[in-house]
C-alpha cells in the first residue's frame, strides 16, 4: 500500500485498496489476564494467591483472579513473572495454584493447592490496559555505569541505544486519528481474535502516544505471539503480538496508512538521569532506528530494537491471510476514542527530597597531608569522612575513619596511598531516592557532592538519608 | 583458527611469558581480549590450528592454564527476533538479517570472555556453555 501510493498516487490506492493490515509485537507491561479458577469443596474466599509462585490479584470475588504480566516470582523474582505465567498456561501447560484465605461462615476454606491447565479454567482473558503504543522513546545512557532499564541494557557513555514499536507498521500510527479504530474494533491479539475494548491508559493521541486496551480468549492465544520475558536488573513482562486491520474509508486513510519510518520521529532520551523527565539528546526517525545506527552529537551509534520487527511482520501478515480466506471479519466501532486527553502527571502533595535538602558541609583534606592530622580532624570533628580536594576545592578522593584505621595499622603514612580515588558522587539537584539507591548499590556510606566542574559543595551521608527517607 | 583462553598467574604476568613463546616457538599468536593486571590475567588467543598442540604445551610449561573458551549459543527456539542483544554485542557477531530475524555468527563471537549478550536477552534464550576440554587435551598429548 504504502508503494503504491507513491508509485501512483492516493487516488489509485484508493481505488484499488480496501484494506490494510498493521503489526506489533513487544514488551507490554500493562498486560496480564483474567482467570476464573472455579470453586472448591469446601469453598474458599481467596484472599491470597500464587501461580507458580507468582503472586496474584484477586479483584473480585472469591475466585476471580487477575494474573498480571510484571509481577515476580516469589523464588525465582526476576527471572519468572506473570509474563511466564500466561505463557505457560497458553501453551497448555500445567500449573500450580495456591491459596489462603481468612475464612467466612460461607467461605470456610483457609487453604488450597491444586495444579491447573487453561482446560481447568471457566475463563481465560488476556485483558491488557494499556498496549500498542503509537511510538515510543529511544533510549541511551549518558552516565559512567551500565544501567539495567525497561528498555534493555544500556552500556555506558551513550555506547548503545535501544528502541521499541514497529514504526510504519504500527496500527496506530496507521490510524492516527483513529477513525477506524475505536471500542469494540475486532483485532489480531496474541494469535487469535480480540477486540479493542477502550483507549489505553495513559492515552496521549495529540503527542502522537496513543495507547488502547485490549481484551481477547487466551484459551486460543499461541504462545509464538504471546511471550514471558525478563528484563535483566529491571523485571518481567510479557511480550505481545497485536495487529489491527484498517479499511481505507476514504481518500484521506489512504493517505494516512501511507506513512513511512522517515516521517515517524522520536526522542533519544538520557535514561541514567533518575527523573520523570530526562533529557532528551537528540531527535531520530524510526528509518535511522531501523538502520542499526543514530547520530547523537555527531556521534554515531549502534542501536537495536527491543520489539521484534518480524513477527510484526508475519502478524500482519497472518492478519491478511485470515481476511482473504474469509475467517477474518472487520467491524466499525461502537464509538470512537478520545483524540483529545491529556496525559496528567501525579499530584504530589509532599514535597520530594532532594541531595541538597540533606547535604551537610564537606570536611576536606589535602592529597599531601599527613594521616595523624587527618586522624586527628575524624575525632575533633566526629565525621566519618573526609574529602581530599586540590587547591581549586575540586574532588580529589576520599578517605575514611576505616581506611585511617587500616593504614595505621599496615604503617602507612602518606595520605597518596590509602585514598580512594575514583569516587562515586551526588549532585545537588539529583532526587535523594537516586542517591540513596547508588550508595546501597556500591555498598558505601557517603556520596561527596560535587558541581558540573567537580567542586566540592557537600557531603551527603547514608545516616543522614535513612533519618529524612525512614530507612 | 582455534579460540583457546590462557590464565597466568601473579608471577607470570611479571614476566614477558607471551612474548618468549612466540620468539621461542616461532607461531603466530592473535590476542583477541585480553584483561590483565598485576595481579595475574588471561587472554582470548586466536591460533592456527597446526600450532595448537606447540602452543598449549609451551603455555602450560610455563605454568598458565590453558582451556577452550565458553561459547555463546542461542536457542532458536526461545529467541523471538527481538534484537536487543545486537547492540551490546561489541565484535559485530549479533546482526540482524534483511527478514529481521536475528543472526549469530560463531567465528566472530569471543564468547565467555564477554558474554555481554547473555543478561540482555529478555527471552533467556542466550546461554555461555562450557566446551568440551577433551579435545584440547586429545591434541596436546
Known sequence: MKRLVESSGVEVAFREVDVVTTGTFGAMCSSGAIINVGHSDPPIKIEKAW???????????????????????????????????????????????????????????????????????????LLNFRNCYQRYNCAVNGSDET???????????????????????????????????????????????????????????????????????????????????????????????LGIPIPILNEGLAKKVAIRDEKIFTNVVDYSVPRKDRPKLAQVSYKELKSGAITVNDRKIKVSSLSSLKTARKIAGTLKSWIANGEFFLTSPVERLPVDSVFKSMRQTEGTPFVVSVMQKPVTCYADEDIRAIAERIVTRSVNHIIV??????????????????????????????????????????????????????????????????????????????????? | MVKILIKL??????????????????????????????????????????????????????????????????????????????????????????????NFDQEKCVGSTCSA????????????VKQNNHELENNTH
Open chain 1, 389 to 471: 580536594v586540590d587547591e581549586d576545592e575540586k574532588l580529589g578522593g576520599i578517605v575514611t575513619s576505616w581506611d585511617i584505621t587500616r593504614a595505621m595499622a599496615e604503617g602507612k603514612t602518606a595520605l597518596a596511598d590509602i585514598m580512594t580515588r575514583r569516587v562515586v558522587t551526588a549532585k545537588p539537584d539529583e532526587p535523594l531516592d537516586a542517591a540513596s539507591r547508588r550508595m546501597a548499590q556500591h555498598n558505601i556510606s557517603a556520596l561527596p557532592v560535587i558541581d558540573a566542574k567537580r567542586k566540592v559543595l557537600g557531603i551527603v551521608t547514608a545516616e543522614d538519608v535513612s533519618k529524612l527517607l525512614g530507612r
Open chain 1, 51 to 125: 501461580i507458580n509462585d507468582v503472586p496474584i490479584c484477586h479483584p473480585g470475588a472469591a475466585v476471580d483472579l487477575y494474573i498480571g504480566a510484571t509481577s515476580m516470582s516469589e523464588r525465582q523474582r526476576l527471572e519468572y513473572g506473570g509474563g511466564h505465567v500466561i505463557e505457560d498456561l497458553v501453551s497448555g501447560k500445567e500449573v500450580e495454584l495456591k491459596a489462603t484465605a481468612y475464612g467466612t461462615d460461607c467461605y470456610p476454606r483457609t487453604q488450597v493447592k491444586t495444579r491447573l491447565t487453561k482446560d481447568d479454567l471457566n475463563q481465560f482473558y
Open chain 1, 147 to 241: 544501567i539495567y532499564t525497561y528498555m534493555g541494557k544500556l552500556l555506558p557513555r551513550l555506547r548503545n541505544a535501544t528502541f521499541s514499536g514497529a514504526g510504519e507498521l504500527n496500527p496506530l500510527m496507521n490510524d492516527p486519528d483513529y477513525e477506524t479504530i475505536g471500542i469494540g474494533t475486532r483485532i489480531f491479539l496474541g494469535g487469535s481474535q480480540g477486540y479493542v475494548i477502550s483507549e489505553g491508559t495513559q492515552h496521549d493521541p495529540q503527542n502522537s502516544f496513543g495507547t488502547i486496551m485490549v481484551r481477547g480468549d487466551a484459551k486460543q492465544m499461541s504462545p509464538e505471539f504471546l511471550r514471558g520475558a525478563s528484563f535483566t536488573g529491571y523485571g518481567n513482562t510479557l511480550y505481545v503480538g
Open chain 2, 117 to 128: 549478550c547473555v543478561e540482555a536477552c529478555p527471552a533467556r534464550a542466550i546461554k555461555s
Open chain 2, 9 to 102: 598467574s601473579e608471577e607470570l604476568v611479571a614476566k614477558p611469558t607471551t612474548a618468549e613463546i612466540i620468539l621461542e616457538h616461532k607461531v603466530p599468536i592473535n590476542i583477541i581480549t585480553a584483561h590483565v593486571t598485576s595481579k595475574g590475567g588471561d587472554y582470548l588467543v586466536d591460533i592456527p590450528d597446526e600450532s595448537l598442540e606447540t602452543v598449549v604445551t609451551a603455555f602450560r610449561k610455563k605454568g598458565a592454564m590453558v582451556t577452550l573458551p565458553k561459547l555463546i549459543e542461542i536457542d532458536k527456539d526461545k529467541c523471538f527476533n527481538c534484537g536487543a542483544c545486537v547492540s551490546i554485542c561489541p565484535v559485530e557477531a549479533i546482526t540482524v538479517a534483511e527478514d529481521k530475524s536475528v
